[in-house]
């Protein structure tokens, strides 16, 4: 007998209009009501616990007393039986408009008839965090106990007939240096970063000059598997549980024998918020007897984008420093660090909240600047200071709502440094020498003395008239070896 199983992974394309420059030509539409978000898998080795599968957020701006929010996911199994709320809760604005989310519901545990649902008698402080772009046209969350995700709106099909270039990079899951399998990312041979042309018409969506490399650290190159530059790849829009999505390749089937054997879909699913923030789910498969899929644009379970900024906003050059990274580095941003774990590793991974760049640099950043003067004499190119948040003595998590925090304007420590680089001498936005340095006094770092570096990826550009930094390293040096992402947006 054969089944045919929903697919597990899927984000909307919203629609585009013809021009270039930092963002997607979108109208951006104003929040009158509950806005749905996508977030695509996120898995890894953060935690044992975590939710490795896509989901949707329902956030209400404009609800009283106070904005609110609903996480959903959607699965056929013997856990969970369609559409299942698994969070609920309030949403607090605070310093520099980063979002405290406050739980007044959870699912518990989960069955085939629902939830062992838990009802807080009071609320929930500190339960999440989220980073919104204006007029909900996209960001990013973490709820406690799960790692980071994108937030990706469902608006419509995508409508665009003059192709747009976009940068990508991986959205990693645990580093390995075996053969690839589901959840795991190998550096030396899997993609990093890349570029890609997007248009699209009626129901279809082509994906053309699909570019795609390793990581400089490991020799740069394309991976063996990557698609020809010269391949157009076709998706198709249509409505799903998470909106109206677009999946890729557009009607694929893979058949799994022994046992019984089953038709399952192999695709990745794609969204473009009316920002121009582009997610990626690689589609990854609920059983295990399901062969590995590689997916259109990164590897590890997804790929985070934004579009090439425009050549009339600064182009790149060589040697020397630019005006538009000038402008980058000089920014303030919220964001999240994401430690994706190592395989075959019990030591879990890492995901928190983050604050990135100061108007003025504190004493604080002295100490990190002497430990990486104790470990190179090379000077910093384009450094970008910053870090997660004091800990909350309570809960043991960092905690941006403290009030020592919010009363320093909501900054947070200074045990991280970005350091970009230099741009791409051929493509704006692009900086693939860029470095992190991880301060001494991290979780992560096994050095009880000095910071040490993480070589890195970084794509930056504008998304709703703010500038965005997301970032891809592999880490060798701390515990767990692992790959990182940082994933900022310019704050209020």
């Not at 929040?31 to 978000?37: R, T």
């Not at 996508?38 to 975590?50: E, K, R, V, W």
């Amino acid at each position: 007998m054969s089944h045919k199983t929903l697919p597990l992974a899927v984000l909307s394309f919203v629609a585009l209009l013809a021009g270039c420059g930092g963002s997607a030509h979108i109208p951006a539409a104003t929040a009158s009501g509950p806005q749905l978000y996508m977030t695509p898998t996120i898995s890894g080795g953060y935690s044992s616990s975590a939710t490795a599968k896509p989901a949707t957020y329902s956030v209400d701006d404009k609800a009283q007393p106070l904005p609110t929010f609903v996480q959903d996911t959607y699965a056929f199994s013997d856990k969970q039986s369609g559409a299942q709320i698994q969070y609920s809760g309030n949403v607090v604005t605070l310093s520099r408009g980063l979002r405290e989310l406050e739980l007044t519901y959870a699912c518990g545990s989960t069955t085939v008839t629902g939830c062992t649902g838990i009802h807080y008698n009071s609320l929930q402080p500190a339960s999440g965090w989220a980073v919104e772009l204006a007029d909900q046209s996209g960001g990013l969350v973490q709820l406690t106990g799960q790692p980071f995700a994108p937030l990706v709106p469902a608006v419509t099909c995508p409508s665009m007939k003059s192709a747009e270039t976009f940068l990508f990079v991986t959205l990693p899951a645990r580093l390995t240096a075996a053969s690839p399998v589901r959840n795991t990312w190998n550096a030396q041979h899997e993609t990093a970063y890349g570029s890609v042309d997007i248009s699209a018409s009626g129901s279809t969506v082509n994906l053309a000059k699909i570019n795609q490399y390793i990581l400089p650290s490991e020799g740069g190159g394309t991976p063996a598997n990557a698609p020809s530059t010269s391949v157009t790849v076709t998706g198709a829009c249509s409505p799903t549980v998470y909106g109206e999505t677009v999946a890729v390749p557009a009607n694929p089937t893979t058949t799994i024998t022994g046992g019984v054997t089953q038709t399952t879909d192999p695709q990745a699913m794609m969204g473009i918020g009316p920002s121009g923030l582009l997610v990626e789910d690689n589609g990854t498969f609920a059983q295990n007897s399901a062969p590995y899929y590689e997916n259109t644009l990164g590897a590890g379970t997804g790929a985070i984008g934004l579009p090439v900024p425009s050549s009339t906003i600064d182009p790149p050059r060589t040697g020397q420093s630019d005006s538009f990274t000038a402008s980058v580095v000089g920014a303030q941003y919220l964001g999240f660090l994401y430690g994706s774990g190592s395989s075959g590793s019990s030591t879990n991974g890492f995901s928190s909240v983050a604050s990135f760049g100061f108007p003025t640099l504190p004493s604080s950043c002295k100490t990190l600047m002497a430990q990486i003067a104790a470990k190179t004499a090379t000077s910093l190119v384009n450094p970008i200071y910053g870090g997660d948040f004091p800990v909350n003595t309570t809960t043991g998590l960092p905690d941006p709502s403290l009030p020592s925090v919010q009363t320093n304007g909501g900054y947070g420590n200074c045990d991280f440094v970005v350091d970009l680089g230099l741009q791409s001498s051929t493509t704006n936005g692009l900086y693939e020498g860029a470095t992190v340095w991880v301060g001494a006094s991290t979780a992560t770092n096994t050095s009880t003395a000095n910071a040490y570096s993480i070589p890195a990826v970084a794509i930056a550009g504008t998304l709703n008239g703010k500038y965005a930094i997301f970032l891809i390293g592999e880490d060798t040096v701390g515990s767990p070896n692992q790959a990182w992402g940082i994933y900022l947006l310019q704050s209020n």
